[in-house]
Each structure stands twice: as structure tokens, then as C-alpha cells.
């Protein structure tokens, strides 16, 4: 079992920066991509960033391409998300996610097995 907790969320004016963090505990595995995912107010869950566990290959969706970063710490099972210029419309609560599955995409929510309680990141105009 592995065991998600973020933290690092607030509230910030548009045009601000936050930074995320999740730590995943238990019994992970270098199998292993981590995700974030957000939802809106009325919205569906989607897909935001993605980093494998060696840190070495990630993915951003479009809409936070160039503003948003996802990295790995120094501590092996901690990942960061690091968001600049934020927008309105960036207003969410965002979880972690860690799983593995093969033959689905690491944007896809199925991909991942474990989540956490996530957080919530309020961008005000």
C-alpha cells in the first residue's frame, strides 16, 4: 500500500506563484509515474503534470505548458509541483497520484492506483 499526502496549497492573485509538494510512503516502486491532477468548481478531474520516478521524463497538459513545473526532491519519494502565473481559472483542488499500469497512458486517471486528499489552490482576479 502506498499512502499520498500533499501540501502547499493557499490563495494567491493571478499572476502569482505556489509551490506543491507530495510525499509518498509505503511500498512504492521505480515502476512508478507521478501524477497531478486538479479539479475545478463544476469541472471534471484532469490530467496537469506527470514525471516519471527516476525524474527524468515529464509531461504537462496544454493549459499549464510553460507556467507549471513538475520535479522530483532530493528525498526520493517526494515531487514537487511549482506553479507560476497563475490564472483564475487555475482554481482547484489538486491531488497526487502514483501507479503504473501497463499499456495506459500517463495522462490517463487509470493509470494511477493510489491518491491523495489532495489541496486546494484558490487564484484570485
Known amino acids: 500500500q502506498v499512502q499520498m499526502a500533499e501540501s502547499g496549497g493557499g490563495l494567491v492573485q493571478a499572476g502569482g506563484s505556489l509551490r506543491l509538494s507530495c510525499a509518498a510512503s509505503?511500498?512504492?516502486?521505480?515502476?512508478?509515474?507521478m501524477g497531478w491532477f486538479r479539479q475545478g468548481p463544476g469541472k471534471e478531474r484532469e490530467f496537469v503534470a506527470v514525471?516519471?520516478?527516476?525524474?527524468?521524463?515529464?509531461s504537462y497538459a496544454d493549459s499549464v505548458k510553460g507556467r507549471f513545473t513538475i520535479s522530483r526532491g532530493n528525498a526520493k519519494n517526494t515531487f514537487y509541483l511549482q506553479m507560476n502565473s497563475l490564472k483564475p481559472e487555475d482554481t482547484a483542488v489538486y491531488y497526487c497520484?502514483?501507479?503504473?499500469?501497463?499499456?495506459?497512458?500517463?495522462?490517463?486517471?487509470?493509470?494511477?492506483?493510489?491518491w491523495g486528499q489532495g489541496t486546494q489552490v484558490t487564484v484570485s482576479s
Open positions: 509505503g511500498r512504492t516502486s521505480s515502476r512508478y509515474v
Open positions: 514525471i516519471s520516478w527516476s525524474g527524468e521524463s515529464t
Open positions: 497520484a502514483a501507479g503504473w499500469k501497463y499499456g495506459t497512458n500517463w495522462f490517463e486517471q487509470r493509470t494511477y492506483d493510489y
